[in-house]
């Protein structure tokens, strides 16, 4: 064989090889491929060094009352929740296990704080000024868009606002993505029962109703993830004894439009308390896919990274554990409705 023929071969084969590596997904890369792990997870109070000390030294005295979109902290909170390099250490490992392609967040004090947790990602966060934000963090090479704060949910900024997020934007898959961190304290009870967290927990009720059926409307793959501080499974199983009024869950999931006929990622999963001896009896981060997104939802990947005991004892991690399931999704719109 010539020299010239010898060359020619060895170029094919490199433009080949190249071809065959364009076309297999990089691992966990969602822009090279047709999977995208979406995860939530409430990571308690995370701030970062410096400015966790910042704060320490102007912190609210016991008993007084901390305004919801106030940059200070309780007291109680800085004696207890001061994290070392090794606590960072210990989550961000946590975190690489996840490997998520997207988490929303809650309790993060914005990209400053979560970078020590996902440093290869890119962030987006609510602009309260209180500490315990809702965002997400991105994976880079990810497609995506930061959207607007949902204001309405914090109730005149007395409560924690919704982030949204566009994923693959002006795409034919684009996914709509929307943070939340609802008002806590009503996790089973009616909504109609007269304390104040329940009643807040309502008048938060309908305003995410009006976010689902807007991207509902408008055809429009979405997901509300996060810390609903709500057992919705529970309610779902007891729909025949619980109102529409009374019940979050059939507040949001009425079917109309047809793409709000919605499915919880945990359907059908056991429930698995975050470390050995922790009581909760059920899910309050949730992860609601819509009707599209739902059917594009890959069977058995739902998952829950839960902590060792050794690390629970040793590192300050968070009363929460992040749930996360794989989708699926088509290169095609959502009819609009």
């Known amino acids: 064989m010539s020299r010239a023929s010898r060359a020619a071969r060895s170029l094919n084969s490199v433009l080949i090889a190249a071809a065959l590596v364009a076309a297999v997904a990089i691992p966990g890369t969602a822009s090279a491929q047709e999977t995208v792990r979406i995860a939530t997870w409430n990571l308690e109070w995370l701030i ?35 994290r070392s390099s090794r606590d960072f250490s210990v989550l961000a490992r946590y975190a690489r296990s996840l490997d998520a392609d997207v988490v929303a967040l809650q309790e993060v004090d914005g ?9 290869d990602y890119d962030f987006c966060f609510s602009g309260r000024q209180h500490v315990q ?20 949910l ?62 509902a409307r408008a055809g429009k793959r979405f997901a509300v993830l996060g810390d609903f501080n709500r057992d919705l499974l529970s309610e779902a199983s007891r729909r025949a004894t619980l109102g529409p009024s009374e019940s979050l869950w059939e507040e949001l999931d009425d079917g109309s439009p047809p793409e709000a006929d919605l499915r919880n990622a945990a359907e059908g999963e056991a429930f698995r308390n975050c470390t050995p001896g922790q009581g909760y009896r059920g ?9 599209t997104l739902g059917a594009e939802a890959i069977a058995g990947s739902f998952a829950r990274v839960t902590y060792s005991a050794a690390d629970a004892r040793h590192a300050r991690l968070s009363d929460h554990c992040p749930v996360s399931i794989r989708l699926k999704i088509e290169q095609k719109a959502v009819p609009a409705k």
């Open 48 to 82: 970062s060094p410096a400015e966790f000390k910042r704060l320490k030294a102007d912190c609210v005295p016991q008993g007084a009352r901390v305004r919801a979109n106030a940059r200070r902290l309780p007291c109680d909170v800085t004696t207890r929740f001061e």
């Open 111 to 119: 990209p400053s704080a979560a970078r020590l947790v996902f440093p």
């Open 133 to 152: 934000k809702t965002g997400f963090a991105i994976r880079r090479g990810v497609p995506f868009r930061c959207g607007p704060d949902n204001r309405a």
């Open 154 to 215: 914090s109730l005149g900024d007395t409560l924690r606002r919704g982030k949204e997020l566009v994923l693959f934007p002006g795409e034919a898959r684009e996914v709509r993505l929307l943070s939340v961190h609802l008002k806590s304290g009503c996790s089973r009870e009616p909504l109609t029962a007269q304390d104040k967290a329940c009643r807040d927990l309502a008048r938060q009720a309908p305003i995410l109703e009006a976010w689902i059926d807007a991207q």
């Open 283 to 291: 899910y309050i981060d949730n992860i609601v896919l819509s009707r």
